[in-house]
Each structure stands twice: as C-alpha cells, then as structure tokens.
C-alpha cells in the first residue's frame, strides 16, 4: 500500500485580508501581513494492492473559523493529490472552480508558514522579505488573545457582498480597502521594527477600514468586545477571516490577558492555545 500524509497550517491574517481578492488585486494591488499557527489541516492518500484510490481531510479548526482554514486543507490536499510544488497556487485554482470568490493570501500561508509579508498584483504574489525580531514575535504571542465566537458564517457569501459593492464602486468600500491595505504596511513596519505602537494602530486601522465595507462583518463581536476596548483592557481587536462571526483577535493591554480571557469564556467564547507554526507544508510518503 502506497500513503502520502500531508499536513498545513492555518493562519492569523494581522493586516491586509480582504485586499488579496480580484478583482482588487488587478485594480490597486493587494498587500497582507500574516503568521501561521500551529494548528492543522490534514490531507491524506492511500492506493491499496488493487490500486483503489482514497483520498481525506481533516482540520483541527473548524471550517467558518476565520483561520483560512478551507485553503490550508486544500494546499494539503492538493500537496497530497500531486507534490508540494505549486500546491498553494493549485489551491486556489482548485476553489476559484469550485466558485469560491476568496484571495490567496490563506494557502500561501499555508504553503510558507511563519510570518508572511505578501503583495497581490494581478494573480502574481510576491513574498516580501520579513523576518521580525524574537522580542516582536515574543510579544505578539503573549499579548494576542484569539477567541472563537462559535457564531457560524459562509465566507464566500460575505465575499460576494462585498465585491458586488465594490463593482458598483461605492465609496465606503472603496475607502475601507485601502485602509485595510495600508494597515498591512504598518503592520509590516510595527513588527519588523518591534514598533509595538505601529502594531496596535495597525489593529484600529483595519477594524475601521472593515466597518467601511459593511458594519455587520464586526457586528457578532461588538458587545463583548467594545467594553473591553473602552475600559482599556484591550488595545485593539480585529476579526479574523472575512468576519460575521468565527474567531476574533484582540490585542491585550500589559497584565489584561486573564482579565479578557474570563469575559470571553463569559461570552461562552473559546479561547485558541496558540503558537508560531515555522515550517508551512509537510508531506510524507510511505
């Protein structure tokens, strides 16, 4: 019997997201800031004696979660199908035909792991060099808090929302994409330089350009988490994925993190044990 395991990395988008998807991409130019996490999709093929073919999948984060968790299952399974080579761009040609109207930016994380720093121009992507220092990365991860809601959303739907919005060049989309777009520089430029006041201005930049496009994509949050921001236990917070529900994140002030962590598990939020995944896509054959 022949086996090939392959396994990929969600991510946490920190900036950017939304600006990785045509038709914007081939309008402006998208740019994103993100890291992947040690948590998993997995992909699996087996041929047997008689040469029968079987193919699974599994993520250890549920689907609707924000995590880009459909493309790293894909870039897996793709990884698996064929090789590695190419999988994250197999990938996403794999969901445009399945009508998914997403961007790139989850199975290139998936592909790559560690932190990512990407520019979208047309259907190009351009991996920019970045590397933050251990003293960013340490703090990112003790003060980024990621809470899942359990709220449900389709993100594809929210997507078409969006783009039809787009299309019809309303202003407010308009507008928020490229503060979404330029928060990802700043993200960019916060982390690199452990410019942690970059990083949480980086955050605010992109929750306000994401209440551009359409308030509703914050709204399953807001009343958890707008107290916490007002009372300063947190310094910013952003949801994750397209938004609508799935998992949010939230930037905690210096010695907030129990305190933010109670009122989510109030909320019947649950909160992500999280780390740096460094190496992306793993495959295996037996």
Same mark, same amino acid.
């Given at each position: =019997?022949?086996?090939?395991?392959?396994?990929?990395?969600?991510? /946490?988008?920190?900036?950017?997201?939304?600006?990785?998807?045509?038709?914007?991409?081939?309008?402006?130019?998208?740019?994103?800031?993100?890291?992947?996490?040690?948590? +998993?999709?997995?992909?699996?093929?087996?041929?047997?004696?008689?040469?029968?073919?079987?193919?699974?999948?599994?993520?250890?984060?549920?689907?609707?979660?924000?995590? *880009?968790?459909?493309?790293? /299952?894909?870039?897996?399974? =793709?990884?698996?199908?064929?090789?590695?080579?190419? %999988?994250?761009?197999?990938? +996403?040609?794999?969901? %445009?035909?399945?009508?998914?109207?997403?961007?790139?930016?989850?199975?290139?994380?998936?592909?790559?792991?560690?932190?990512?720093?990407?520019?979208?121009?047309?259907? %190009?992507?351009?991996?920019?060099?970045?590397?933050? $220092?251990?003293?960013? !990365?340490?703090?990112?991860?003790?003060?980024? /808090?990621?809470?899942?809601?359990?709220? $449900?959303?389709?993100?594809?739907?929210?997507?078409?929302?969006?783009?039809? !919005? +787009?299309?019809?060049?309303?202003?407010?989309?308009?507008?928020?994409? =490229?503060? /979404?777009?330029?928060? @990802?520089?700043?993200? @960019?430029? *916060?982390?690199?330089?452990?410019?942690?006041?970059?990083?949480?201005?980086?955050?605010?930049?992109?929750?306000?350009?994401?209440?551009?496009?359409? $308030?509703?994509?914050?709204? $399953?949050?807001?009343?958890?988490?707008?107290? =916490?921001?007002?009372?300063?236990?947190?310094?910013?917070?952003?949801?994750?994925? %397209?938004?609508? *529900?799935?998992?949010?994140?939230?930037?905690?002030?210096?010695?907030?993190?129990?305190?933010?962590?109670?009122?989510?598990?109030?909320? *019947?939020?649950?909160?992500?044990?999280?780390? +740096?995944?460094?190496?992306?896509?793993?495959?295996?054959?037996?």
């Amino acid at each position: =019997m022949k086996r090939i395991d392959a396994h990929a990395p969600v991510r /946490i988008d920190l900036a950017g997201g939304w600006t990785d998807v045509p038709p914007y991409t081939h309008d402006v130019g998208g740019e994103v800031v993100n890291v992947a996490i040690n948590i +998993y999709a997995h992909a699996n093929l087996e041929v047997d004696s008689d040469g029968i073919l079987t193919v699974s999948y599994r993520c250890d984060a549920p689907v609707g979660s924000g995590l *880009g968790t459909t493309g790293a /299952i894909n870039v897996a399974l =793709m990884a698996a199908i064929s090789n590695s080579e190419d %999988a994250e761009e197999k990938a +996403y040609q794999f969901e %445009a035909l399945l009508g998914n109207t997403g961007g790139r930016q989850d199975q290139w994380a998936a592909k790559c792991g560690g932190f990512n720093h990407l520019m979208f121009i047309g259907d %190009a992507v351009e991996e920019l060099p970045f590397d933050p $220092p251990r003293s960013a !990365k340490f703090w990112l991860h003790k003060h980024l /808090i990621v809470a899942n809601t359990g709220i $449900p959303h389709v993100s594809g739907d929210l997507h078409k929302n969006i783009w039809k !919005k +787009y299309v019809e060049k309303d202003p407010g989309v308009i507008d928020g994409l =490229m503060k /979404i777009r330029m928060a @990802a520089r700043k993200m @960019a430029q *916060g982390l690199d330089q452990d410019r942690r006041d970059l990083v949480v201005e980086a955050f605010s930049e992109v929750c306000e350009g994401v209440d551009a496009l359409d $308030p509703a994509l914050h709204d $399953p949050f807001r009343s958890v988490v707008e107290p =916490m921001l007002q009372s300063r236990d947190i310094m910013g917070w952003k949801a994750l994925g %397209a938004g609508g *529900g799935g998992c949010v994140a939230m930037l905690c002030a210096p010695n907030r993190q129990d305190s933010v962590k109670a009122i989510c598990e109030d909320a *019947g939020w649950s909160i992500l044990d999280w780390d +740096y995944d460094e190496i992306g896509l793993v495959v295996n054959a037996n």
